[in-house]
């Protein structure tokens, strides 16, 4: 995916470009932290949610646009399936397992880490450029795709919900 501009981004979304699709309706909660910083708050009546739509190969964020290129979304569905496994086990958040780049790599039939790491990258941008396009906000880093540190992997942020298709509001 190529680097987009914030001004792009509201056409791509309009147009049908890029492999992202307007999704109506605001959830979050906007909030300041201690600097007087901006961000999208995760919070129990702040939460960000996102579900799988196999039938049409997307993957579906409330409040912005839909990801649709075939690498970003098997990536997805492969790290939201870790989570609710995860989920279904009755584990706590902060036992919610990452998985480590060079495992994604092989699952997904990717070259390296580094196509991992490229491939996050392009997730959170097109995510970040959402947001700003729609909320005028930048959402944290780790809002959706969290970079788990220690473990050195990736995991879909457990404060994040995961809901069926149908419950996406449009």
Do not use: C, W
């Not at 780049?101 to 996050?120: G, I, N």
């Not at 788990?148 to 942020?157: C, E, T």
Request: aromatic share 4%; hydrophobic share 35%.
């Amino acid at each position: 995916m190529r680097p987009t501009s914030e001004k792009s981004i509201g056409r791509m979304m309009h147009n049908g470009d890029a492999n992202l699709e307007p999704i109506t309706e605001r959830r979050q909660r906007v909030v300041q932290d201690d600097d007087d910083e901006e961000y999208v708050d995760l919070s129990d009546d702040g939460e960000f949610v996102v579900a799988v739509d196999e039938n049409n190969k997307r993957i579906l964020i409330e409040g912005i646009a839909s990801i649709t290129a075939p690498v970003q979304f098997r990536l997805m569905n492969v790290l939201i399936t870790s989570y609710r496994e995860d989920q279904a086990a009755g584990l706590s958040a902060d036992n919610y397992r990452p998985i480590r780049a060079v495992e994604l790599a092989d699952r997904l039939d990717l070259a390296s880490e580094e196509a991992v790491r490229k491939r996050v990258s392009e997730i959170r941008q097109a995510i970040r450029q959402g947001f700003r396009d729609l909320f005028r906000i930048e959402p944290q880093r780790n809002t959706i795709i969290e970079t788990v540190s220690g473990k050195r992997g990736y995991r879909i942020n457990p404060k994040a919900r995961v809901v069926a298709p149908d419950q996406i509001k449009r």
